[in-house]
């Protein structure tokens, strides 16, 4: 059927999202979408818009214009009050600075709250250390590049932002085929169960041969929390088997570009469980779009020239690296969840390590961590200088004091918290028996109320038996200076 190409209406749109919404029992306010609109209205009109949504029920319904003028969306957001500054609207300028008029801003939006996200194409492929190994970066991130291009996720080409979940979103473009072992093989860099062989199956029938894998970093940990591979422009045809949602979805969405785009993405990770995304396009020439950024569309057999030369894992036998030993440099530091100054050494992410974690860790003076728990994983300390007390137990009824050269065993499941009742910094090397060092964490805030009292008086108790201006026991070594902690209440293992 012959079709003619419409520009965008702001009256059509919201008349569209509307019914759209209706179609898959998404919620839905007109004034929000009414006045995305008028900010962002220009973007609208010389863009490429799409949909978007999940099969899960009542989720959003979403939208997007990829952007064919290069503006800074982010200050005309917060302009706006769409947004407000933060770690996220930082990093988006930090990419902006690096790749200055290549970077073409873009953005996400629901028919309900408005502005989610603000996207970043690169300018073209770029490697994984130009996109990440900046100051703006989760330092628990960039530590993970190692483990990234081991696997061959050494190569980006658009990166996102989620103001709604305080995430960023690496899209890389993977060396295929995508089989089941080279799904295990990218998934087990970042730490996320692969899926099953049939799953695999489906997704490989449309799937491009160098794919895209969408992964989600939690920007106040730098932990992977979900990844998703991503079909576009999926002929009619080819269509696979849809849940009843998203197959409304399809059916319903209005379009008004001459090709359609239909696209599907798998998204995988713990919390949410696995569900299945799909986009749309509405006009603007999305297929236009995305040919211009060089995307891969379904059925795309050519091999990308960047990764065909690039010095990377083979991933198109699905090999995995040969073993190797690595040395690893303690350089980069960032904070655990339970409140500890850590520098990432050994684990997952950094070397590919199967079950074993080993970092450096910093306490400072008079401090204490979050009380905690590695759920399955064991633990033990080796004090390279100062001492520590760990509080542990169900109940924190007992502790014990570690001091330079002695080791500490934690078991599996045991709450515990370390602290500092010295005047001078502690130090140690950890090793855990969980290869991601963060994932068995878990906080036990019901107990935060004991520990903060247990410290406060045996900290008293400290500095009576001390007396006021003697200097506490002298540390041996050399404290790391990189330490966090809740003061008279925060810092350790």
Request: charged share 20%.
């Amino acid at each position: 059927m012959n079709k003619t190409a419409a520009v965008f209406s702001e009256g059509k749109f919201l008349i569209d999202a509307e019914a759209m919404a209706k179609a898959i029992g998404a919620p839905y306010d007109e004034e929000t979408t009414r006045r995305v609109v008028e900010v962002f209205g220009s973007h609208f009109h010389t863009g490429a818009v799409l949909w978007k949504t999940t099969d899960r029920p009542g989720d959003h319904l979403g939208y997007r214009f990829f952007a064919r003028e290069r503006t800074d969306t982010v200050e005309t957001a917060l302009a706006a009050g769409l947004i407000r500054r933060s770690a996220l609207t930082a990093l988006v300028a930090e990419w902006d600075r690096i790749f200055e008029t290549d970077a073409i801003q873009s953005c996400d939006f629901d028919g309900f709250n408005g502005m989610a996200k603000t996207w970043v194409y690169l300018g073209g492929m770029r490697p994984a250390e130009q996109v990440l190994d900046n100051p703006a970066v989760p330092p628990a991130l960039r530590a993970q590049l190692p483990g990234l291009k081991r696997v061959g996720l050494d190569h980006v080409r658009f990166t996102a932002v989620d103001y709604r979940h305080g995430s960023l979103n690496v899209y890389f473009r993977a060396r295929g085929p995508l089989t089941p072992s080279r799904a295990a093989q990218v998934l087990g860099a970042v730490g996320i169960t692969a899926p099953d062989d049939a799953s695999v199956a489906r997704m490989r029938t449309v799937v491009p041969e160098d794919f895209c894998l969408a992964v989600t970093f939690a920007m106040d940990t730098g932990r992977a929390v979900r990844a998703c591979f991503y079909a576009l422009g999926i002929p009619e045809n080819r269509i696979p088997p849809l849940p009843q949602r998203i197959s409304a979805f399809f059916e319903t969405a209005p379009d008004n570009d001459i090709e359609v785009i239909r696209g599907l993405g798998w998204s995988h990770g713990p919390g949410e469980g696995t569900y299945l995304k799909a986009e749309h396009s509405y006009c603007g020439d999305m297929a236009g779009r995305l040919r211009d950024w060089d995307c891969y569309l379904t059925g795309s057999a050519g091999r990308d020239p960047i990764l065909a030369a690039a010095d990377a894992l083979p991933a198109a036998t699905g090999a995995v690296a040969p073993p190797m030993v690595r040395v690893v440099n303690a350089e980069t530091a960032y904070e655990g969840k339970q409140k500890m100054g850590l520098v990432a050494g050994i684990c997952r992410q950094t070397v590919g390590s199967q079950g074993l974690c080993m970092h450096l860790i910093a306490m400072p003076p008079l401090t204490r961590g979050a009380v905690h728990i590695h759920d399955g994983h064991e633990s033990s300390l080796y004090v390279t200088s100062g001492r520590t007390r760990t509080y542990f137990g169900h109940d924190l009824e007992h502790h014990v004091d570690s001091g330079v050269g002695e080791l500490l065993y934690i078991p599996a499941g045991l709450p515990h918290v370390a602290a500092n009742l010295e005047n001078e910094p502690a130090a140690g090397v950890i090793a855990r028996t969980d290869p991601d060092e963060q994932e068995s964490v878990r906080l036990i805030p019901e107990l935060e109320e004991k520990a903060a009292a247990l410290f406060a008086a045996h900290l008293a108790q400290h500095r009576a038996e001390t007396a006021v201006g003697v200097e506490a026991e002298s540390a041996v070594g050399a404290g790391v200076g990189i330490g966090v902690g809740i003061t008279a209440g925060v810092g350790a293992e």
